[in-house]
């Protein structure tokens, strides 16, 4: 009743039947993380480009090291600033990026990351609520 298969399967699962290389979880979860927290530095270069401060300065020497290290050595692209936007706006952007990159370094057991990470979250709130206040008063 069914024509049998007559050609190789794109989807071969068996070991050294693959012409392309494959990549292990490990080193998909470092692309992963590297690609969010290079994600968060460009949104930190952006707030320091709008207010300078040592916390903004030191969390990108931080990130900058992170994402180095998980690419090898290879040092990140850092931002220019693309204009004028509402820092409420990017910390609500950074904040999420940072929780997207907890989640990753946490699912690969990579303490330092998750630590910046959720250091990151933390100064975001905190700047997401410092704005809120200011402007309800």
Not at 10 to 28: L, Y
Not at 48 to 68: I, Y
Not at 72 to 84: E, K, L, Q, S
Not at 127 to 134: C, F, K, S, V
Request: aromatic share 2%; net charge neutral.
């Amino acid at each position: 009743m069914y024509e049998p298969i007559r050609t190789k399967s794109v989807h071969s699962t068996m070991a050294g039947t693959s012409d392309f290389p494959h990549r292990t979880r490990e080193e998909e979860l470092d692309i992963q993380l590297a690609s969010h927290l290079a994600a968060l530095l460009a949104v930190t270069d952006e707030l320091r480009a709008q207010a300078p401060s040592t916390d903004l300065d030191t969390a990108a020497e931080g990130l900058a090291r992170q994402v180095a290290r998980l690419r090898g050595g290879t040092p990140p692209a850092r931002a220019t600033t693309t204009g004028p936007t509402r820092s409420a706006a990017l910390h609500r952007r950074a904040h999420a990026l940072a929780g997207r990159a907890l989640v990753v370094a946490a699912s690969r057991a990579d303490t330092a990351a998750a630590i910046l990470s959720a250091e990151r979250m933390d100064a975001h709130a905190a700047a997401l609520a410092a704005d809120t206040l200011a402007a309800t008063a």
